[in-house]
Structure formats: structure tokens, C-alpha cells
């Protein structure tokens, strides 16, 4: 019954790997997002995306990427991790990408830590 | 450069009584806010919102409130109850960010003791 899903919950690995998190929402919404929050506690956009259009946030290093394999779904593809990529990381989506008064309902988050 | 900030990192308040959490924003052009809450091990879940073209919005026991010429909204709950224990974070719509992004507030823990 959960909304929007997230795996794994907790993540570890070495600096320079490459890894991935899977998201999954169950609410047919139309458009999901991925956050980065932070050590200093913010919660960041990284990307948005429907099936007609990415955004990607400009802070965002291009190691980063998003992969929707079905509209249901947006994962997260991390290439040559760095020690600063440890953070809390949230998949969130709502109905509407253009309606900007709409909620977007957040996982539980993967907390990822690189050693 | 935080667009929305919560500068009260903590607060505690007895049951029953009012809590009051507190933002600011710098960018004029945010015109939908929100507040979110948040658990432990838990992603933030939606709580309430707020347009530009409003100064409040109630909704059961928590209320917003819009100051748009201070650049300044509050949340209150009353009464508040134990289990409103959780970091709130207040969030905004920047209109000119495509993606429909929200911009986040660093949260505010809120303890409520019984």
C-alpha cells in the first residue's frame, strides 16, 4: 500500500563505485522527482521528470542520473562515488509536473553513506 | 543562499498549548507555500499549503498564516499534541523554476511534552 516506494533504505559502499536507487510510486501520478538532503539538513531538488521532459537541476554533478524505465518508476544512477555524495536521498511525485500547486508525496528516503 | 529559511532550529511546547513555527523567504516571486512534516526514518508528508493570493489557510487544528509584504509565514497548532513531535519543514514554489521544485526550509523539531 505504500505510495511511493524507495530501495534500498539504507545504502553503504566504497568511493568510486557505482550504484543505484530504485523508486516506484503506486499513485499513477505523472511526474516524480528526486531531493538530496544534506548533512546540513536541506532538502534539495535534483531532478523532475515526466515522460515528455527531464529537468535537471544545474548544481546537480552529471555522475547523476535519472532512469524511468516505465512512467511508474524513476531510478537513480550514481557513477564514481564521492565522499559528498553521502546524504539522505528522497524520491517524491505528484500529479502534475505543469501544476505547480500540486503535492508531491516523498518516500522514505535511502540514506547513502560512502566510505 | 537559502531562499526560504526557518531560523528557529528547535521548538518545545507543553501539550494543549500553541506552537508556532516560523519562515521567512527572500524571492518575491514564490507564490504557493507548504508545510511539510517529518519522522524519523519516515520522507516528508504533505501537511498544508498556502497561494500568495490568501493569508490563511486553516485546516483542523493547524493553520497558516501569510505575511507576503514581510516575506513571512507561520504555522500554528493548537492544541498541540504529542504525537505533532516531528521536524516541520516549510517549502515554496518558485514559478520561474520549471519542474515545479520546492524550495526547502532546514526544518524546525518541534517536541511537544504531555
Known amino acids: 500500500d505504500t505510495a511511493v516506494s524507495q530501495t534500498p533504505k539504507y545504502l553503504v559502499t566504497q568511493m568510486g563505485n557505482d550504484k543505484s536507487i530504485k523508486c516506484e510510486q503506486n499513485l499513477g501520478h505523472d511526474t516524480m522527482y528526486w531531493y538530496k538532503q544534506d548533512s546540513k539538513k536541506f532538502l534539495k531538488i535534483m531532478f523532475s521528470?515526466?515522460?515528455?521532459?527531464?529537468?535537471i537541476n544545474e548544481t546537480v554533478p552529471n555522475r547523476f542520473s535519472p532512469k524511468s524505465p516505465d512512467k511508474a518508476h524513476l531510478n537513480l544512477h550514481i557513477n564514481s562515488l564521492e565522499l559528498g555524495d553521502s546524504a539522505v536521498y528522497f524520491c517524491a511525485s505528484s500529479q502534475e509536473q505543469r501544476s505547480y500547486t500540486d503535492t508531491q508525496y516523498f518516500g522514505p528516503g535511502t540514506r547513502l553513506t560512502v566510505l | 543562499d537559502q531562499q526560504v529559511k526557518q531560523n528557529s532550529p528547535s521548538l518545545s511546547v507543553q501539550e494543549g498549548r500553541i506552537s508556532i513555527l516560523n519562515c521567512d523567504y527572500t524571492n518575491s516571486m514564490f507564490d504557493y507555500f507548504l508545510w511539510y512534516k517529518k519522522y524519523p526514518a519516515e520522507g516528508p508528508t504533505f501537511l498544508i499549503s498556502i497561494s500568495s493570493i490568501k493569508d490563511k489557510n486553516e485546516d483542523g487544528r493547524f493553520t497558516v498564516f501569510l505575511n507576503k509584504s514581510a516575506k513571512h509565514l507561520s504555522l500554528h497548532i493548537v492544541p498541540s499534541q504529542p504525537g505533532d513531535s516531528a521536524v516541520y519543514f516549510c517549502?515554496?514554489?518558485?514559478?520561474?523554476?520549471?519542474?515545479?521544485?520546492?524550495?526547502f526550509g532546514k526544518g524546525t523539531t518541534l517536541s511537544v511534552s504531555s
Open positions: 517549502a515554496a514554489s518558485d514559478i520561474n523554476q520549471a519542474g515545479t521544485a520546492l524550495i
Open positions: 521528470y515526466n515522460n515528455k521532459e527531464l529537468i
